[in-house]
């Protein structure tokens, strides 16, 4: 039989599906950096050595300025996809590397803590006056959709690194999942389904990144935020998910001792009872505001009433209510909005 009549599967990486080749051509030692098919015509070669095959060529980012835009763009779609949870930090520097200085990172002195990854890196400091400064580095030449994906996990790290105590970080075995579901959340909001496919395939956060996203689905994003501070587990357990609801009330200390906070204004009043106040958007994107606290269907949060507070999961906005369960209570309740 002759050589060029035996075929070879392997599997395309951008768009995972199984491509056959010939013997020729899986012997090439050039090979798309994306997809990982070989190639032997039209390919462009990056400054560092990275091939691209002509169809992912035409997709990436190659431009310096261009890519500090996208990122940019990014940092806005997170903050509107997060804004009813948390801000992330400002005081964050982006550049634009290639491999081969991607790769010196791995190797620098007090870089070995930080978040590495293939197509980013983070690293997050104090300087002398007590404030946190974190310099985000992000490889050239991704895809567009990629690249805010990466930018979004590295922004997901700043925000781990100024709200989550170094102590508790040490024992935490689940950063990387939560990092890789704000990227996620961000895919899905943007309508990239590849990028958040290539997210689920990802076994890099031995399955932390599933169990979140399974816990989000149940519990609501603040939860999640809440255990990330203050849980008593390292990781999420997938024989016992609900333990991501358990964690230490406690105040949140900043990460870095030499922060002292302001004093926190005398806050707004609310209701003596959980009251409806009002119900925005339509469908499935609805938000009820208890009292303080706008929910979704799925979420949970802590809702102020009177001077406590009480932790609330909402179970689904209707057009003039929302049904309700108050943790500790197995009562289900609605809630109606008040008519003028």
């Not at 002398?128 to 690249?147: D, V």
């Not at 040490?170 to 959340?185: I, N, S, T």
């Not at 926190?264 to 505001?289: F, H, M, N, Q, W």
Request: aromatic share 8%.
């Amino acid at each position: 039989m002759p050589f060029d009549s035996v075929l070879y599967t392997i599997q395309d990486r951008v768009t995972d599906q199984q491509v056959s080749v010939c013997g020729k051509c899986l012997a090439l030692t050039t090979r798309c950096y994306l997809c990982a098919l070989p190639v032997k015509n039209n390919f462009t070669t990056l400054d560092d050595g990275r091939v691209l095959c002509a169809r992912d060529a035409k997709g990436v980012v190659l431009s310096e300025n261009e890519a500090l835009q996208v990122c940019s763009e990014a940092r806005g779609e997170l903050d509107r996809v997060f804004s009813r949870f948390l801000s992330f930090p400002t005081n964050v520097t982006t550049a634009v590397v290639d491999k081969v200085h991607m790769e010196q990172l791995f190797k620098k002195a007090g870089f070995d803590n930080q978040c590495p990854s293939i197509f980013g890196y983070i690293r997050s400091r104090t300087n002398e006056q007590g404030e946190m400064k974190h310099a985000i580095s992000l490889l050239s030449g991704l895809p567009r959709a990629r690249l805010m994906a990466v930018c979004a996990h590295e922004m997901a790290h700043s925000w781990v690194n100024e709200h989550v105590t170094r102590a508790r970080q040490v024992h935490l075995d689940a950063v990387e999942g939560f990092c890789e579901l704000v990227a996620y959340k961000l895919m899905a909001y943007l309508g990239h389904e590849q990028e958040q496919k290539i997210i689920r395939a990802n076994h890099y956060t031995r399955g932390q990144f599933d169990l979140f996203l399974a816990a989000d689905n149940q519990y609501g994003f603040y939860t999640l935020m809440e255990w990330m501070q203050s849980g008593l587990d390292a990781s999420l357990d997938g024989k016992d998910l609900d333990r991501v609801r358990r964690v230490r009330f406690q105040p949140r200390r900043s990460a870095t001792a030499e922060f002292v906070p302001l004093p926190k204004p005398a806050p707004t009043p609310v209701p003596d009872t959980l009251t409806l106040i009002g119900i925005s958007g339509t469908g499935s994107r609805r938000l009820a505001l208890v009292n303080d606290r706008a929910l979704s269907a799925g979420e949970s949060g802590k809702v102020r009433v009177a001077r406590t507070n009480v932790v609330v999961h909402c179970l689904e906005v209707r057009s003039g209510s929302v049904l309700i369960e108050v943790e500790g209570s197995s009562e289900t309740k609605e809630l109606f909005l008040k008519s003028k």
